[in-house]
């Protein structure tokens, strides 16, 4: 039988109802009557524990002011036996939203087994070992013009773990003390500076540079906590020591033969690093620091050690270092790379690729590799987080302002101005993004390539998390509707102490709502032509709010498909395949002098190149390629993408970030607040409740 539109409604709302009340009265058989619990999260075991969603829950353990133990050496409790690295959480307690330790654990251990947390060991025992209190995480994360895809990368991460992070441009850097409450790192105690390029460069010159690293430096020395990835934690280093600007945080260096031209293959010039690009060995050699705890030769879980495979691009391998510096792990192996131009860089091979380090009273860890990327890295990048937050902050970015009772309606309107705005974007977004991706697929931007121009690849990529992340917004609207009616419905039947936590999650919802309707001013200049030469159509202005963003996908779509594929295509044809081709011969025949037609049909001039061998002109094809100063075509195409890139970063995903981390926030409070409720009023009160929020909102019920 073919059901309607609306017999499906009635049926799902008739399946909400009745699914809900027996679900609600399961959730409490765990932890009443046994008295004052301890429990124990075995992160070691991997067959019925996820390490990233056991890490998740730690940190809305955190956010709620409960005490998390963090086991510096292993310990037996019960007749089992736990490493260390261990967590676990002692009770009674009280939330900071007073919610009673009885009923919040009673939630945690429902969510924890509807996450793959299907471990958490209890016992009233006490524990007595060596631990310290975690601190909770107030993580800034470095998000400007050198970071791109890899803030992306660190916050999608990030997001996984739980930990709720405030993005931090140079601009709101500068102009401002650390110490000063408008400034980003005031009320943070983790600073996170990914890979990309040097973004020291994204302060200018001068005053503002000097200021920005005086800035960071000074919140590090007076114990602030410094993680860094790849180019990150090369300006992390001894200014003394390396060749350009940095803050000076580690005394360390970097192996300078690895960018040395003399030692790369014929043609691949200062990008021999590109060779190395992929998953790459890293072996444990501090297996008893807290950032490396579950890693080394006695890791339980696969992939944890001894070897650790890490994804590279590029970062450093540390030298000449000081005093205050661990060794926490090593250059081991290449795993899939071109071997022949790996082994001309083999000195980072046994070198050290993560350092931990003390600058005053603060702590910095500093990868080479990237933990952020997909594989054993979750829990690795976690732990150095939580090893260098030693400051207590005390306030949350994610605070409302008020949380004093104000039923201002989530209007259909309030809602829909999201939804349309994602739908009207969708058709542009894709446009985008298929065109990126065909210019993937003409194969000139291969980044292990030292003329390949690479940023192809960041396009497609935006193009795939733009659509990621507008999707969760839609999900978030109306899910955020429906519960801001539900909790209305309820807030009468409870008592005030609850109360209060539902005024709490109104205003958190409220201002997801009121972001979307007001975005905060981006001071990034995007501007009409650049350096190389290149000129753009002129940019058609910020989103003041979510509607807006509709324009921007509408250009950076046109500027994509008008600009930037025809231009890909032209670099590969005439640039790109040509020093290939060229590179290929000088492998095999390198004094080969090729004929007129041949030197005319790669771009030469007969008249000056003519008796020219194939190295001579790989040696001059490749200068020109990449050439700085006048612009060659390669600095050209990268600057083309740097113009769409900075609208899709800063003018359009930069917001929907930020209103992701608000829903984040939103999704822990109400999660665990729906629980407590259903405690306080009965199974069958909550599920009326439910029942005609589902009728005002269907879409947000099954959300």
């Not at 959730?27 to 004052?36: F, K």
């Not at 769409?644 to 926030?665: A, E, Y």
Request: charged share 15%; proline share 5%.
């Amino acid at each position: 039988m073919k059901l309607s539109k609306n017999q499906k409604i009635i049926l799902a709302l008739t399946l909400v109802f009745a699914l809900t009340a027996p679900t609600v009265s399961l959730i409490t058989p765990y932890a009443r009557g046994q008295g004052d619990l301890t429990y124990i999260i075995p992160l070691e075991d991997y067959l019925r524990n996820d390490d990233i969603a056991a890490i998740r829950l730690v940190n809305t353990l955190l956010e709620e002011n409960v005490t998390v133990h963090w086991a510096m050496e292993p310990f037996t409790v019960g007749g089992v036996a736990y490493p260390a690295g261990t967590f676990y959480i002692e009770t009674p307690f009280t939330t900071r939203n007073n919610i009673s330790s009885d009923v919040f654990m009673e939630w945690f251990m429902w969510v924890a087994k509807t996450n793959r947390v299907l471990r958490v060991d209890t016992t009233t025992e006490k524990i007595t070992v060596n631990s310290t209190t975690l601190v909770t995480p107030r993580v800034v994360l470095f998000y400007d013009k050198s970071t791109y895809d890899n803030a992306i990368n660190h916050y999608e991460r990030f997001l996984s773990l739980g930990f709720k992070v405030k993005l931090a441009t140079a601009d709101s850097m500068v102009g401002v003390w650390w110490n000063d409450t408008a400034h980003p790192l005031y009320d943070a105690n983790v600073f996170i500076m990914p890979g990309g390029a040097l973004h020291l460069w994204s302060f200018g010159w001068g005053d503002e540079a000097t200021w920005a690293i005086q800035n960071i430096t000074e919140w590090v020395y007076h114990g602030g906590g410094y993680v860094s990835v790849c180019a990150g934690s090369s300006e992390a280093l001894n200014s003394t020591k390396t060749t350009y600007t940095t803050l000076d945080l580690v005394d360390a260096d970097y192996h300078r033969e690895w960018f040395d031209d003399t030692l790369a293959p014929a043609g691949y010039g200062a990008n021999e690093w590109k060779a190395l690009i992929g998953p790459i060995l890293i072996s444990v050699e501090a297996p008893e620091h807290p950032v490396m705890f579950g890693y080394g030769e006695n890791a339980v879980r696969p992939g944890y050690g001894p070897l650790v495979p890490l994804y590279y691009y590029g970062g450093p391998a540390y030298t000449d270092m000081g005093e205050n510096i661990t060794v926490l792990g090593n250059y081991s192996a290449p795993i899939s790379q071109n071997l022949a131009a790996a082994g001309i860089a083999n000195s980072i091979w046994g070198e050290p690729a993560i350092i931990a380090a003390q600058r005053g009273n603060g702590r910095i860890v500093a990868f080479g590799p990237h933990p952020e990327w997909p594989g054993p890295g979750a829990r690795l990048h976690a732990q150095a987080v939580f090893w260098v937050a030693q400051k207590r902050v005390d306030t949350s970015f994610l605070d409302p302002a008020s949380t004093m009772y104000n039923p201002v309606e989530i209007t259909y309107s309030r809602v829909n101005s999201i939804l349309s705005t994602i739908d009207a974007v969708m058709p542009y977004l894709e446009s985008f993004t298929r065109t990126a991706t065909a210019m993937v697929n003409l194969r000139g931007g291969d980044h292990y390539n030292p003329a390949g121009m690479w940023f192809d690849e960041v396009v497609m990529y935006y193009g795939l998390k733009l659509t990621e992340h507008l999707t969760t917004l839609k999900r978030d609207a109306v899910k955020f509707q429906y519960e801001y009616y539900k909790l209305n419905l309820l807030r009468s039947s409870v008592s005030a102490k609850t109360q209060a936590v539902i005024d709490y999650a109104l205003a958190l919802i409220d201002s997801f709502f009121n972001y979307s309707e007001s975005f905060p001013v981006d001071n990034h200049f995007i501007d009409d032509s650049d350096w190389t030469g290149n000129v753009f159509a002129p940019y058609i202005g910020d989103a003041a709010d979510f509607t807006d963003l509709l324009g921007l996908f509408i250009f950076i779509e046109n500027e994509t498909v008008e600009l930037l594929y025809p231009s890909a295509f032209n670099y590969t044809r005439e640039y790109y395949r040509v020093y290939n081709e060229i590179l290929s011969l000088n492998r095999t025949t390198p004094s080969l002098t090729p004929d007129n037609a041949t030197l005319i049909r790669w771009g030469f001039d007969p008249s000056i190149y003519a008796g020219s061998n194939i190295t001579t002109l790989l040696v001059d094809f490749y200068a020109n390629i990449t050439a700085v100063w006048p612009a060659g075509p390669l600095y050209k195409m990268y600057y083309m993408f740097y113009h769409t890139l900075d609208i899709c970063q800063f003018k359009i995903d930069q917001f929907l970030l930020n209103m992701i981390t608000i829903g984040d926030r939103i999704r822990d409070v109400t999660s665990y607040l729906d629980h407590a409720i259903a405690m306080e009023v009965g199974a069958w009160a909550y599920a009326v409740a439910e029942w005609q929020a589902a009728v005002y909102q269907p879409a947000g019920a099954l959300t």
